[in-house]
Nanobody, 115 residues
């Protein structure tokens, strides 16, 4: 079974930065797409950023200009670098991957932006 293990979440002050990591149990080329989603209590799950096997990226409106998605293929790891964080960014962030039409999710990592 495909495993996605997230790390790096925690508490950060407004305006701060944080890096989330998603370690995959397979080489990243096995996935046609990978992404980060987030969900706050009472809110719909929303796309934060995605990257395709070709390396093209796409960002949700709230992430544009502040967040960066990247891959380290040698480490089988997907990253989300977040900067200029706002309390509205508080949510559970989940790693997503698609392989042969099947969808896989990480366990989720809590990010709390608060002073």
């Amino acid at each position: 079974q495909v495993q996605l293990v997230e790390s790096g979440g925690g508490l950060v002050q407004p305006g701060g930065s944080l890096r989330l990591s998603c370690a995959a149990s397979l080489p990243l080329y096995k996935f046609s797409a990978m992404a980060w989603y987030r969900q706050a209590p009472g809110k719909e799950r929303a796309l934060v950023a995605q990257v395709t096997i070709a390396g093209t990226t796409n960002y949700g409106d709230s992430a544009k200009g502040r967040f960066t998605i990247s891959r380290d293929n040698a480490k089988n790891t997907l990253y989300l670098d977040m900067s200029r964080l706002d309390p509205d960014d508080t949510a559970v962030y989940s790693c997503y991957a698609n392989r042969n039409g099947r969808e896989y999710w990480g366990q989720g990592s809590q990010v709390t932006v608060s002073s």
